[in-house]
């Protein structure tokens, strides 16, 4: 006698049985993933760094004097630079301003690189990715828990430095209007907001440094090619930047529009700079966030 054909629906289940009460949208869950990243020691480094920089410059003038801008500044920017130098100790407002202008280009580019590009490269260099994969985790969802709690960190440190300097800046300078590089001033009730516009702006315009690093990162198992290339490619986009022989080629470059956030420091917000910068770096962003998840979810995981 053959044996009773089992229904379409039997046969599923036999062959691909699941644990009871399984659910691969509760794998990885993002608190558990943001404690295990927060517990970090490059974490914690970073944050510390960028926590002590408003001191640092404190100190700075506190012993130099007041910058008077005669050191000119040569090169895309050089004028902005010499008047939020100016006007740096006028308040806590302006020390903020001033503290963001001499860390963006750089400064806030590392714990973008490091966060985005340290997370997945680090599981394979443990050889734990493919313990995470077998527990069972989905890809997509360890991907997306990574990714997640990577921007949510890079912008937290984007946060701080700002949050910091404003603290600082108040015990030292004294709470007050900001002064704006071009003239006149904006009140203290308007100061915090157009801050907030300036990190907003930053986070989004280092999508783009997010995105190299996140891709890089699930190319290598070597966090420190993943930081360290998407820093260098950052770097490059920059140095692109300064060939004016380019001329409206640049326009593409993200790095073009890393200062456009000056236009919130203006009596009148202008948003036609951000705007465009904004959408220039989320197109990069998507693209190499897509990459990345594509080319994870064909990829052998051997460590």
Known sequence: MSAPVQPPEARVETEHPEAAGYRAGRTLPLRVEAMRQLRRRRTLLMGGVLAALPFILIIAFAIGGTPDGEDGGGGRGGGSRINLMDVATESAANFAATSLFVSAGFLLVIPVALFCGDTVA??????????????????????????????????????????????????????????????????????????????????????????LAFWLSTKTDAPLGAVGGAVFLTIVGNVLDAVTALGSWRDFLPAHWQFAWADALQPQLEWGGMIKGAAVSVTYALILFALAFRGFSRKDIVS
Do not use: C
């Not at 680090?122 to 709690?149: F, G, I, N, T």
């Open 122 to 211: 680090s599981e394979a260099s443990w050889s734990s990715l493919r313990y995470l994969l077998a527990a069972p985790v989905p890809r997509v969802r360890l991907l997306w828990s990574k990714l997640v709690v990577a921007l949510g960190f890079s912008l937290a440190a984007m946060v701080l430095l700002p949050v910091v300097a404003l603290a600082a800046g108040t015990a030292a300078y004294g709470w007050g209007p900001l002064k704006l590089p071009t003239g006149g001033a904006l009140s203290a009730g308007d100061t915090v907001p157009r801050l907030a516009i300036v990190v907003a702006f930053i986070f989004v315009s280092q999508l783009v440094t997010a995105g």
